[in-house]
């Protein structure tokens, strides 16, 4: 009884402060922003209250913060929208046809759902600008703490203990050829690897100095490195390379130049050493590809709708013909729901890949496309899922803006026309000079070297 009334009182404290702190998010959705993603970069996924269903922290922010800004959305419809939804719609559906209610709960509706919201209304009440600055603070920030994390050989997040199994699974070190691999508040070094790519785009597109974006952009990439995670420094090379070459923004050319080159520099030092580490790790890499590549085999098992017949339950695990480690989103995804979802959302992928090919792609398309590699070798563990699903809302919202822009009226060159101010000869908005963020005849990277 004192333990059940010690829960009810925590419950209830915790609802007043919510509420408190809607109410602000609601006035100030800069806050709101800190508030989620600071949940999702510092707070394991083992900190929650023993009561059921299991919510993950970054999750009940997510509601939070998008319930919060929900009044002011202008719940307008984009065609990217109707593909992510879509999706959503059919991996609920999938209950209907002999799915797994579990797997909608935990994936969708406490998973997917929320993180696509909260960038989606994130992204409509602070711009683009603004957004990208908060998000690339509090990444720069996670990074730092990943290279502290390296350098002292102590995880602080680990500090935070909860009796419970999340933290006996995730709350563990991981090891890689001796050396003790960086996880942060992640709980796997994959997670956070493949999460930190996530914001090398942002960085490059926030409201800072340029020197200081390529320099946030420099350690977000070299925390990568620790996480001794191919998939996490794959991303990360991939977000860094395409945010030098194909993000438009405002750095100078030849300072993206000479951070390239001192990237390739610093790569053919570290790279020696790195291997190393690598094939001092045995046959693990090996065992690993060759598990990935076996999976494949599940392909002949997926179903258009509902989940694969393969899997069981056994023992109180989930199999699928054997295999109880699914390391492929993609995949897992299609054997819990079926192939059609899976197949919207490649036809999405596929259209966001030519945008950032051709120089059309927003930060978070970007990023988005880094994460390719992490799509077909991991699952979305721990906060991973909610930090490409966030991105993903944010991409459709930077979309649905740029597609009301078009409707307006354009400038010789393209870019939208802002009424000047009176008295003035320059665009202006809010008090702000107005500048594009590339200058004429410099849009393309490659024009002029």
Not at 196 to 205: D, K
Not at 380 to 403: E, H, M, N, P, S
Not at 407 to 433: D, F, I, L, T
Not at 437 to 443: E, F, H, I, V
Request: aromatic residues 8%; hydrophobic residues 55%; contains cysteine.
């Amino acid at each position: 009884m004192p333990r059940n009334l010690l829960l009810l009182g925590l419950l209830v404290l915790a609802a007043v402060v919510v509420a408190l702190l809607m109410r602000w998010i609601g006035r100030r959705p800069q806050v709101g922003a800190l508030v989620f993603l600071a949940a999702t970069a510092f707070v394991p996924v083992w900190v929650y209250l023993p009561v059921q269903p299991y919510v993950p922290p970054a999750s009940v922010a997510a509601m939070c913060v998008a319930l919060a800004l929900l009044p002011a959305f202008s719940f307008r419809m984009t065609p990217g929208d109707m593909v992510v939804l879509g999706a959503l719609a059919l991996q609920v559906l999938s209950v209907v046809v002999g799915g797994s209610g579990g797997y909608v709960l935990g994936d969708v509706v406490f998973g997917a759902l929320p993180a696509y919201m909260v960038g989606r209304v994130l992204s409509e009440r602070l711009g683009e600008r603004s957004l990208c600055g908060i998000f690339g603070s509090v990444w720069v920030v996670a990074a730092v703490l990943a290279l502290a994390e390296a350098a002292l050989h102590w995880n602080p997040f680990q500090v935070v203990h909860f009796s419970n199994a999340l933290y006996d699974q995730w709350a563990i070190d991981q090891v890689r050829g001796q050396m003790v691999r960086v996880e942060g508040a992640f709980g796997h070094s994959i997670a956070l690897g493949s999460s930190l790519a996530a914001g090398i785009p942002f960085v490059a597109r926030a409201n800072w100095n340029p020197g200081w974006r390529l320099a946030g952009m420099t350690v977000l990439l070299g925390a990568s490195l620790p996480t001794l995670s191919r998939t996490g420094i794959v991303c990360c090379v991939t977000a860094f390379v395409l945010s030098l070459t194909l993000l438009r923004t405002d750095i100078p050319l030849r300072a993206r130049l000479l951070t390239l080159a001192g990237a390739v520099v610093a790569t053919l030092v570290l790279l020696p050493r790195i291997l190393a580490v690598f094939a001092s790790a045995g046959n693990e890499q090996e065992r690993s590809a060759d598990y990935r590549s076996a999976l494949l085999v599940l392909v002949r098992e997926l179903v258009p709708l509902g989940q694969s017949p393969v899997g069981a339950r056994i023992q109180g695990e989930v199999m699928w013909a054997g295999f109880k480690s699914i390391d492929n989103q993609a995949l897992l995804m299609a054997l819990r729901f079926g192939w059609m979802p899976v197949g919207l959302l490649m036809l999405g992928l596929a259209v966001v890949l030519v945008r950032v090919v051709m120089r059309r792609g927003t930060p978070a398309d970007i990023a988005v496309v880094a994460f390719l590699p992490a799509y077909f070798t991991v699952a979305f563990i721990t906060q991973l899922g909610t930090v490409v699903w966030f991105v993903v809302g944010v991409g459709v919202a930077l979309r649905a803006r740029d597609g009301v822009g078009r409707r307006s009226r354009r400038g010789s060159r393209g870019y939208p026309q802002v009424a000047p101010a009176p008295g003035s000869g320059r665009a202006r908005k809010g008090g702000h000079v107005q500048r594009p963020l590339t200058k004429p005849g410099a849009c393309s990277f490659f024009k002029g070297v």
